[in-house]
C-alpha cells in the first residue's frame, strides 16, 4: 500500500512549456485535491474532484487544467508555464466518510 | 469558510507540553476545527479535529472554547520530531467537500 504517489519529483521548465504532473492513490479514495505552496507560506487549492469524471475549481485555479479520468489518478497540468508557477505541488485523498486527507510527498516545479 | 490568525512561531522545550492556540472569531456553528502538521518539506499530516468538544487521539489533544471562537492543538510531551510547521484550519469539511485554505501556521520549534 503506497498511499498517496506523485510524478515526478522534481522538474524545470521554460517559459511556455507544458507539462502533466500524475497523483496517483491506492487507497480507493474518491476525493482527491491539488494544493500548490509557495516559500513559506501554506497551501493553496488550486483544483479538487469528488469522485471520478468530475473536476471543480478550487482558491487559485487559473494556469491549471485537472483531468480524472480514472479514480485513482488525478492529473495536473500546466499548458503554458510561466515563473509565477514555480512552487511546490502537493497532491492529496480522502474517503468520502473520513475528514482525513492523505498528502503526497509532493513535486517541486521550477520554471526558468 | 472562517478565518484562522496562530502566531508564526513558537519554542517548547523537549519532554514538555506544547500548547499551541489558533484563534477562529469568524467560524459558524456548521464549521469544524481540523489541525495538520508539515514537518520540514513533507506532505502535510493529519493530527486531529473538532467541532466543539474536546477531542484526544494518540497525537494530540484539541481544546476548543466553549465559544468556539478559539482553540489549542496540545502535544502533551513534545519530542525533537515534533518540529514542524502546525495549521489550524476551520471548514465545513464534508459539507463542503472538505476544501481546506491554509494560513501560514506556527513553525513549532522543539529543543532538547
Known amino acids: 500500500n503506497a498511499g498517496v504517489t506523485q510524478t515526478p519529483k522534481f522538474r524545470v521548465l521554460k517559459t511556455g512549456q507544458s507539462m502533466t504532473l500524475l497523483c496517483a492513490q491506492d487507497?480507493?479514495?474518491?476525493?482527491m485535491y491539488w494544493y500548490r505552496q509557495d516559500p513559506g507560506m501554506g497551501l493553496r487549492l488550486i483544483h479538487y474532484?469528488?469522485?471520478?469524471?468530475?473536476?471543480a475549481k478550487g482558491e487559485v485555479p487559473d494556469g491549471y487544467n485537472v483531468s480524472r479520468l480514472k479514480k485513482q489518478n488525478f492529473l495536473l497540468g500546466l499548458e503554458s508555464a510561466a515563473p509565477s508557477q514555480t512552487s511546490v505541488y502537493f497532491c492529496?485523498?480522502?474517503?468520502?466518510?473520513?475528514?482525513?486527507?492523505?498528502f503526497g510527498p509532493g513535486t517541486r516545479l521550477l520554471v526558468l | 469558510d472562517a478565518k484562522t490568525t496562530q502566531p508564526p512561531s513558537m519554542d517548547c522545550a523537549e519532554g514538555r507540553a506544547a500548547n499551541l492556540p489558533c484563534n477562529h472569531s469568524?467560524?459558524?456553528?456548521?464549521?469544524?476545527v481540523y489541525w495538520y502538521r508539515q514537518i520540514h518539506s513533507q506532505g502535510p499530516q493529519y493530527i486531529i479535529h473538532?467541532?466543539?468538544n474536546n477531542e484526544t487521539n494518540e497525537m494530540a489533544s484539541l481544546i476548543i472554547t466553549e465559544d468556539r471562537k478559539s482553540s489549542t492543538l496540545i502535544l502533551p510531551h513534545a519530542t525533537l520530531r515534533d518540529t514542524a510547521v502546525y495549521y489550524c484550519?476551520?471548514?465545513?469539511?464534508?459539507?463542503?467537500?472538505?476544501?481546506?485554505?491554509f494560513g501560514s501556521g506556527t513553525k513549532l520549534n522543539v529543543k532538547p
Open positions: 492529496a485523498s480522502r474517503e468520502g466518510r473520513s475528514e482525513t486527507q492523505y
Open positions: 484550519i476551520v471548514s465545513r469539511g464534508k459539507y463542503n467537500f472538505n476544501k481546506f485554505y
Open positions: 473538532g467541532l466543539k
Open positions: 474532484s469528488v469522485g471520478e469524471g468530475t473536476t
Open positions: 487507497m480507493n479514495h474518491e476525493y
Open positions: 469568524t467560524i459558524s456553528g456548521n464549521e469544524y
